[in-house]
């Protein structure tokens, strides 16, 4: 059964990550959602302090459905943020509208890692959503055309996932530096918004290792593959 190999416990270390991931940020956010910051700030109005103070008064704040939906939309230059984050003075919201604050600042600084990203999201989306099907019409077929093409797909998803990891940490790091400096967090806040950013993080490691393993699990159900068809 291709589909539930042996291979398949490759994955097993990245599940167990991934649902770590989830569960501690969860955790965080439920946590410092019930801990309002002192000033009294919404997630939208710390964006907008943020933005203004690097620039970025043309950037718009947009409210979007869902929780922790939040994100800076490069193309229309607008930072949307969920209901839970514009509206929510707590510790949480603002950590929250502060990362995404971070990506706008990265995007307007021109943040190379940022930039390569961005541009790298279509065919990340492309080849993620193509590669299996290819791969295993390939293993099926026996064609080795489909198997190296499946692969080189979803070496191209690896590598955004890499990708993100730096950019993500180093919009959490910005996000910090800048609720400190502007003052809109005391030093004992920053605390908690760096620990809902930090548990935030987690996810995008657990995302980049369940890549790298799928890859891995690829590359060795191609070998397996090639070696039955030498023998």
Wanted: aromatic share 10%.
């Amino acid at each position: 059964m291709l589909f539930f190999d042996s291979t398949m416990v490759l994955l097993i270390p990245a599940i167990i990550l991934a649902l770590y991931a989830q569960a501690k940020v969860r955790g965080a956010y439920a946590q410092f959602s019930r801990v309002k910051s002192r000033r009294g700030y919404t997630g939208a109005r710390v964006a907008r302090e943020l933005l203004d103070a690097h620039g970025l008064s043309h950037v718009d704040i947009e409210p979007i459905p869902g929780t922790l939906t939040d994100h800076y939309d490069p193309r229309a230059r607008v930072l949307r943020l969920s209901q839970g984050v514009y509206r929510s003075d707590s510790l949480a919201a603002v950590g929250v509208a502060a990362h995404e604050a971070g990506h706008a600042v990265q995007h307007g600084v021109g943040c190379a890692p940022l930039i390569f990203r961005n541009r790298f999201v279509p065919i990340a989306s492309f080849g993620s959503t193509l590669a299996w099907p290819l791969f295993f019409i390939g293993l099926f077929m026996g064609g080795g055309f489909l198997l190296k093409l499946g692969v080189l797909l979803f070496s191209g998803a690896v590598l955004f996932h890499i990708v993100t990891l730096p950019v993500e940490l180093n919009a959490s790091r910005r996000a910090l530096r800048m609720l400190s400096s502007l003052g809109i967090l005391a030093r004992d806040e920053i605390v908690g918004a760096q620990k809902v950013l930090t548990a935030a993080a987690w996810t995008y490691v657990a995302s980049a290792a369940m890549a790298v393993m799928q890859l891995l699990r690829m590359l060795m159900l191609m070998s397996a593959f090639r070696s039955g068809h030498e023998d």
